[in-house]
């Protein structure tokens, strides 16, 4: 009973701190989804190629070739005519590529040999790589078709040039670029989880004591353990808000961009996010533990800025360590808090089955360091040194 | 009432002062606190800054325990009926402790839900308190930006909520103005003529002249004189309390010389 009114005034309380709020509600669950996620989002567009979306393209000597005009356009490549100075345009960006259909093209198309074009292009540009890409590929198309009709015309069957028959098979169920942004996900939930209980955390127990009013509030005729679990219990609210908030914000995120075009089939449709919330949740316990025990060791809210600042590399430690080394999902590595959870939650994002045995170890191991938390906590609100 | 005998609390030097390697001395904060407190009195802790005031009251508001002594608030003992004792007992420490972003009235409701009041009954009571403290007029206002004397009473009606038989008050005065002082000289005599028992640390020899019944004077750690205003003036054949304090703790040192000499 004391432990719920202890709960209910801190978290109402805390909802009148403006920092507070903004790190639980904004900064987790919308700004760093915005800035992770969505500068990942733009990148992966930036790099995929529409071939439906109709694009202009200068072309010097646009008359030499009509053949080859007319496919362009019936590939969505409307032809326009060349700027004046090609180099320096296509340098300064205000051209993206030029075709350059050399004088002799025609001649050398209807002798039979290759026929000169020159695509201008500027490869430190990204959108002008993109552009010369996808006028690259509609040329090797043109060229097979112009190839096959040679040797046609040859007496050769076409296939005679095709020695071999490479198909990709990818066993990943995912696709290569689908995996940076699969790890996001779980980075994106701790990260947000942890910030959001951070200031709640510091506030309910270094701040409590920096105020001096832990004084009075352990003479009154409660347990400290109710104390202690109430805070614990604060904490938790704002970790489990600030998670859910998260887990929208990127379902609404990824609504808004075509993830299709990320290769692969990497997910984030509303049962995905409720499956890694689900398996992330042992994690809200871990966390709000984690944060009140470290808390509750310092004696004031600068000092614990300082210690559970340094504790933010915790939660990141997993995401770069799963970057650069390739730390598989095994057994042993399942009932470590955190680790678990973001391969847990890559896993998901990636449509791959998880065993029952993993799902269970993680959340045994993470429960277990939570009550071992929970434990010192108490413990630490039993000494006497608290007051001084 | 309170019955305190031969209290004694002591705490590790902090680790930054201390040799290394060589065992820290242990800083003796209370070495020997023993008197008495009776119901409807107001009992005057007299000593000057880290006599070892603050400490005392801390044993005897269970929240440090006494490594030696016991001491008895309303019959429970504070080291084995520590709710009991929490129960019978209004602390207020020397700072207000008030959380800023609560108003008045929400500081006090929380202690008294904690106490245990339903929440119409902690509604009544915070009324009341309001209203006997004068405090209406700052009653709803968040408490950052409070005045000091505003602050006092915010944290005076909190250690009252549950009507304790015996408040403790660590200098209640510390900060306040003349007439925030005079107002809570008032409420500390009619809480007293009501039958409970009060107890008042301070520094200020005035103060205590002004307000107590009974004086306890502490230094390093030691009462050195226990009695009526009168008594005190008595028996160290002084006429200001003031003169009868440096007499009282000068005896005291002599006392403590002669031991160890002898």
């Given at each position: 009973m004391n432990l719920f009114i202890v709960m209910f005034k801190e978290i109402v309380d805390n909802l009148r701190d403006r920092q507070t709020v903004f790190y639980a509600l904004l900064f987790g669950p919308v700004l760093l989804p915005l800035l992770l996620g969505g500068s990942m989002v733009a990148s992966f567009k930036q790099l995929s190629i529409d071939f439906d979306q109709i694009t202009r393209l200068s072309v010097v000597n646009a008359d030499k070739a009509p053949q080859l005009i007319e496919f362009l356009y019936s590939n969505n490549v409307d032809v326009d005519p060349a700027p004046r100075n090609v180099q320096s345009s296509v340098r300064y960006g205000d051209t993206l590529v030029v075709l350059e259909i050399k004088d002799d093209f025609a001649s050398a198309l209807r002798a039979g040999e290759p026929a000169p074009l020159t695509l201008h292009m500027n490869n430190a540009d990204k959108d002008s790589s993109k552009a010369a890409r996808r006028i690259t590929t509609l040329l090797r198309v043109y060229e097979q078709t112009i190839n096959a009709l040679r040797l046609q015309h040859r007496g050769i069957d076409p296939l005679t040039f095709d020695s071999l028959n490479i198909i990709q098979n990818d066993v990943s169920s995912d696709g290569a670029n689908g995996q940076l942004l699969a790890s996001i996900l779980p980075f994106l939930f701790i990260m947000s989880m942890v910030m959001g209980g951070f200031y709640l955390a510091i506030d309910t127990t270094a701040g409590e004591r920096e105020r001096q009013s832990l004084e009075p509030l352990l003479s009154l005729p409660l347990s400290r353990t109710a104390v202690v679990f109430g805070k614990y219990g604060a904490t938790l609210c704002f970790v489990t808000l600030s998670g859910l908030l998260t887990a929208l914000s990127i379902?609404?995120?990824?609504?808004?961009?075509?993830?299709?075009?990320m290769g692969g089939q990497i997910r984030f449709d509303g049962k995905t996010l409720t499956r890694a919330f689900l398996l992330a949740s042992p994690l809200l316990l871990f966390i709000s533990a984690l944060l009140i025990t470290v808390s509750a060791i310092t004696r004031s809210t600068k000092e614990a800025q300082t210690y559970l600042g340094l504790l933010m590399v915790i939660p990141m430690a997993p995401f770069f360590l799963l970057q650069f080394l390739n730390v598989r999902s095994t057994t042993m590595s399942m009932p470590i808090p955190m680790l678990s959870q973001y391969q847990l939650l890559e896993s998901t994002v990636l449509g791959d089955t998880i065993p029952w045995l993993h799902i269970a170890l993680s959340a045994a191991g993470t429960l277990i360091a939570t009550a071992v938390l929970l434990f010192l906590a108490s413990h630490l609100y039993r000494r006497e040194r608290l007051l001084h | 009432m309170i019955i305190a005998r031969q209290l004694r609390k002591s705490f590790k030097p902090a680790s930054r002062l201390s040799g290394k390697g060589k065992r820290a001395k242990r800083i003796v904060a209370v070495d020997d606190v023993s008197f008495d407190a009776a119901d409807g009195s107001i009992t005057g802790l007299l000593g000057p800054n880290?006599?070892?005031k603050s400490t005392?009251?801390?044993?005897l508001a269970t929240l440090v325990s006494p490594e030696h002594g016991h001491a008895i608030i309303d019959g429970f003992d504070v080291q084995h009926d520590v709710l009991e004792v929490r129960q019978h007992l209004?602390?207020?420490?020397?700072?207000?402790?008030i959380y800023p972003r609560l108003t008045s009235r929400e500081n006090i409701h929380y202690y008294a839900r904690l106490c245990g009041l339903d929440n119409r009954q902690s509604q009544q009571r915070v009324g009341e308190l309001i209203e006997q403290l004068s405090m209406s007029d700052f009653a709803d206002r968040r408490t950052a930006g409070f005045s000091q004397g505003q602050k006092t009473k915010v944290a005076l009606a909190r250690a009252l909520v549950h009507q304790p038989q015996t408040i403790m008050l660590d200098e209640p005065t510390n900060g306040l103005d003349v007439m925030a002082t005079r107002g809570l000289r008032d409420i500390i005599r009619t809480l007293a003529a009501n039958g409970h028992c009060i107890v008042f640390s301070s520094h200020i020899m005035q103060e205590v002249a002004a307000l107590c019944d009974h004086i306890a004077i502490i230094s390093n750690g030691v009462i050195a004189m226990e009695d009526t205003l009168q008594g005190i003036l008595q028996r160290t054949?002084?006429?200001?309390?003031?003169d009868a304090f440096v007499v009282a703790t000068r005896s005291l040192q002599d006392n403590a010389l002669d031991t160890n000499r002898s």
């Open positions: 379902y609404t995120l990824f609504k808004l961009f075509p993830v299709e075009l | 880290g006599a070892g005392t009251l801390r044993m209004g602390f207020m420490p020397h700072n207000a402790g054949a002084q006429t200001d309390l003031e």
